[in-house]
Nanobody, 124 residues
Framework: QVQLVESGGGLVQTGGSLRLSCAAS????????MGWFRQAPGKEREFAAA????????YYADSVKGRFTISRDNGKNTVYLQMNSLKPEDTAVYYC?????????????????WGQGTQVTVSS
């Protein structure tokens, strides 16, 4: 069983930055690839970013590429999402997710474990 707890959300102005963290309660964090997804009000959940087990490969949605950076610290059992140049359309609840296996990265069905989410609000 993997427990994931997100933190770092909040209210920020357009153009600002936030760093989200997701702490995992698991024996071997490096056994899990990690992803960040987001869900805006009235919209479906969408993929934002993912990182491989070792951190050597990263993947981004086109909407966040160049502005968001995903990283992980396997020694701290934590994955991060650095979000820069934030826009009002980035407003959403952000969820981290974990998976053991699989070759896909952007489908939520690939991930077996999910956090409770953290709210990010970008004001215009």
């Amino acid at each position: 069983q993997v427990q994931l707890v997100e933190s770092g959300g909040g209210l920020v102005q357009t153009g600002g930055s936030l760093r989200l963290s997701c702490a995992a309660s698991v024996r071997t964090f490096s056994n899990y690839a990690m992803g960040w997804f987001r869900q805006a009000p009235g919209k479906e959940r969408e993929f934002a970013a993912a990182i491989s087990w070792s951190g050597g490969s990263t993947y981004y949605a086109d909407s966040v590429k160049g502005r968001f950076t995903i990283s992980r610290d396997n020694g701290k059992n934590t994955v991060y999402l650095q979000m820069n140049s934030l826009k009002p359309e980035d407003t959403a609840v952000y969820y981290c997710a974990a998976k053991r296996h699989g070759i896909g990265w952007s489908s939520g069905s690939e991930y077996a474990y999910w956090g409770q989410g953290t709210q990010v609000t970008v004001s215009s």
